[in-house]
């Protein structure tokens, strides 16, 4: 099959932004991304506090950036860590923090590979909600913003994927696969195809997601229920995704009823978000009866 301009779009990047001269630094694209995520989210939540009059000011909303990039950044490479190689990083600890990896011919910069969205996730929620509490913001509101921004922001980080060309589907012979270089598929020698499910996930959980959540917003029932909301709604767009998506080689299917690691996860995440949607509607029935 001869390819076409959209199959060998993934060809077209090497994953550099631009080089620092003085440094012979490389400014790679997968970490502009983290900028432009962290950026977005800040615009949108400042723009919702703004038209909605929520009365967060500038300060607070710096205040607490920087706790919640902080728990993200650490939680997502703890999360890489823990739930996807913890033995080999229990084998070779400095590996955690250090962008360097050791063989017979000494040390070589390699770079901080690995990030998990649930480790950032977690983590980034528990350093946001320390920030809310440290800057007199109203938790549970703040909570409900920062789910609905997240999506948004969430957008950037599969592109950096796709850019990278890293975390590629399953093999397909539809129209819609691409050549991905990291893959090992020549579209010369081996012309195979692989879901882009980095731009599934980006459309699903990211631009649609929140387009979800933006109107479930306007129901009153719903209004302030967007961390159990996201969580379901997340969960079950990556669910279904991670079946188009190639599961870590290291792993494969593996978990409970063949599930990849990545569903495993959102399984927690969708019952988490339904245990929690349940739970807060049981107290606020419970509250109405009390105060009846």
Not at 31 to 53: D, L
Not at 194 to 201: A, F, K
Not at 203 to 226: C, H, Q, S, T, W
Not at 232 to 248: L, S
Request: hydrophobic share 50%.
């Amino acid at each position: 099959m001869e390819p076409t301009w959209w199959n060998l779009i993934p060809t077209y990047f090497d994953g550099i932004a631009f080089t620092i001269p003085i440094l012979n630094f490389q400014v790679h694209w997968y970490g502009m991304m983290y900028i432009f995520a962290f950026f977005t989210a800040y615009f949108t939540m400042w723009k919702i506090n703004s038209k909605e009059k929520l009365g967060y000011t500038k300060e607070q909303f710096d205040n607490l950036f920087v706790w919640a990039i902080a728990g993200i950044l650490i939680g997502a490479r703890l999360g890489y860590v823990f739930f996807y190689k913890p033995g080999y990083y229990f084998a070779n600890p400095t590996e955690i923090i250090l962008p360097l990896t050791h063989d017979a011919l000494g040390w070589h910069f390699t770079g901080i590979a690995g990030m998990s969205y649930h480790g950032g996730m977690i983590l980034g929620t528990i350093f946001a909600i320390i920030g809310m509490k440290r800057n007199k913001m109203d938790v549970w509101k703040t909570l409900n913003l920062c789910f609905l921004a997240a999506p948004l922001a969430y957008t950037w980080g599969r592109y950096g994927n796709f850019i990278n060309g890293e975390l590629f589907g399953e093999v397909t012979t539809s129209g819609i696969g691409m050549y991905f270089p990291m893959a090992h598929d020549s579209p010369v020698t081996n012309p195979i195809l692989h879901h882009p499910s980095q731009l599934y996930e980006m459309l699903f959980e990211g631009v649609i997601l929140f387009a979800l959540l933006y109107n479930l917003r306007r129901i009153p029932l719903l209004r302030d229920k967007m961390p159990c909301l996201y969580l379901m709604g997340y969960g079950i767009f990556r669910f279904f995704i991670e079946f188009f998506r190639r599961p870590d080689a290291h792993l494969g299917r593996v978990d409970l009823f063949g599930m990849s690691r990545g569903q495993t996860l959102c399984s927690l995440m969708i019952l988490a978000g339904i245990v929690w949607f349940a739970v807060i509607i049981y107290r606020e029935k419970k509250a109405r009866k009390n105060a009846a």
